[in-house]
């Protein structure tokens, strides 16, 4: 086995790693967002979130880490969609943004 095939098996091994290490953060950002959008009363729209970008970024012990962010779309009534996101940092959620709009309180007439 020479060089090239050693660094061709490291570079497989290396893809099959990020491929796995990123469906396990799919799955915690998709329930992320279901658990966000039901304290809300909002309906996370497809059951599904969608990878907007990959970088990465250092936590608070300065572990270097895989920062992903997601975005997903929710309704209210299930007749509009609103666009949320999740930034997440290895397997930890740090921010979920719903861009909820402040709703004056409606008065009652009577």
Known sequence: MDLLDLLGLLLLAASGWLWYDSLKAREMAVSSAKA???????LLLDDTVAIQRISLG???EGVLRIRRIYAFEYSDTGNDRSSGSIVMLGSRVLVINLNLRVMPERTLLH
């Not at 966000?36 to 909002?42: F, G, K, R």
């Open 58 to 60: 250092r936590d608070g």
């Open 36 to 42: 966000a959008c039901s304290s809300e009363n909002l």
